[in-house]
């Protein structure tokens, strides 16, 4: 029997096949899998010597991780979450637009998950998603929201 070969997995992720990969091509190859921090990026990059990587769902409710892995590949450092845009803003604006286009109904429904994803790990957010699942109206939806924010940092 062969040796074992060991694994280096962080959640799903199976870096060592994405390093044998960019090992065996000449091509370009994009890393993707677990990428929810800059540390997660980079290592990503290091272990993997991929020519870049791609993220999918550690984006959903942290449309600021692209600008925060950027500013950290580049310099090192990590930005400070005062300087990205309040939640409750990109919340409202993302509603909006969304509103824009498939319209006030459809759009509050599919809201919701994006709310909770917007939201997860806040103080008090589930019960706050609970108030969302039964709101049909923007305006609604707007006013619960703003109070929540309003109430986390008051």
């Not at 070969?5 to 370009?28: R, T």
């Not at 990026?41 to 892995?69: H, Q, S, V």
């Not at 824009?100 to 706050?128: C, N, Q």
């Not at 305006?139 to 929540?148: A, F, G, P, S, T």
Request: proline share 3%.
């Amino acid at each position: 029997m062969g040796e074992a070969k060991k694994i280096i997995s962080y959640g799903k992720v199976d870096l060592d096949s994405i390093k044998q990969i960019k090992e065996a091509v000449k091509i370009p190859v994009i890393g993707n899998g677990d990428i929810r921090s800059e540390e997660d990026a980079l290592r990503m990059l290091e272990y993997t010597g991929c020519d870049g990587i791609m993220i999918g769902r550690g984006c959903l409710g942290n449309p600021w991780i692209f600008t925060k892995i950027e500013h950290f590949l580049k310099t090192g450092e990590k930005l400070n979450n005062a300087t990205l845009p309040p939640k409750l803003n990109t919340i409202l604006k993302h509603l909006n637009l969304l509103i824009d286009h498939k319209g006030e109904k459809i759009a509050v429904k599919e809201m919701r998950k994006f709310i909770a994803w917007y939201t997860k790990g806040i103080p008090d957010s589930a019960e706050l998603r609970n108030k969302i699942n039964h709101l049909n109206e923007r305006q609604d939806v707007e006013e619960v929201l703003i109070k929540y924010f309003n109430e986390l940092h008051s």
